[in-house]
């Protein structure tokens, strides 16, 4: 079982940049995906980016292609959300989750979740 610690959340103006990392911990498997989800009150919860961990493939949904840009960083097992040209549109809840072997864009295909950070885009 794999634990997540979300963290880099908080507000910014439209236009700003927040960067959000997924540290993980306890256990890991050799071939997985990390994906980026978000929720904002009153919608489903949504695909934002995924990331492979071997192969560092990545995959945006249309809504942040070309803004976000998902990373990793292998030594410390946690991976990035970098965050540019916010919009309020982007303001949600920020999860981040771990699943083994293929991508997926849905979130009951992922079993492991990290607590989730609040982000906010408001002038």
């Known amino acids: 079982q794999v634990q997540l610690v979300v963290s880099g959340g908080g507000l910014m103006q439209p236009g700003g940049s927040l960067r959000l990392s997924c540290a993980a911990s306890?256990?890991?498997?050799?071939?997985?995906?990390v994906g980026w989800f978000r929720q904002a009150p009153g919608n489903e919860r949504e695909f934002v980016a995924t990331?492979?961990?071997?192969?560092?493939?990545?995959y945006y949904a249309d809504s942040v292609k070309g803004r976000f840009t998902v990373s990793k960083d292998n030594a410390k097992n946690t991976v990035y959300l970098q965050m540019n040209s916010l919009k309020p549109e982007d303001t949600a809840v920020y999860y981040c989750?771990?699943?083994?072997?293929?991508?997926?864009?849905?979130?009951?295909?992922?079993?492991?979740w990290g607590q989730g950070t609040q982000v906010t885009v408001s002038s």
């Open positions: 990331i492979g961990w071997n192969s560092g493939s990545t």
């Open positions: 306890g256990r890991t498997f050799s071939t997985y995906f």
């Open positions: 989750a771990v699943r083994r072997f293929t991508i997926a864009t849905r979130p009951l295909d992922y079993g492991s």
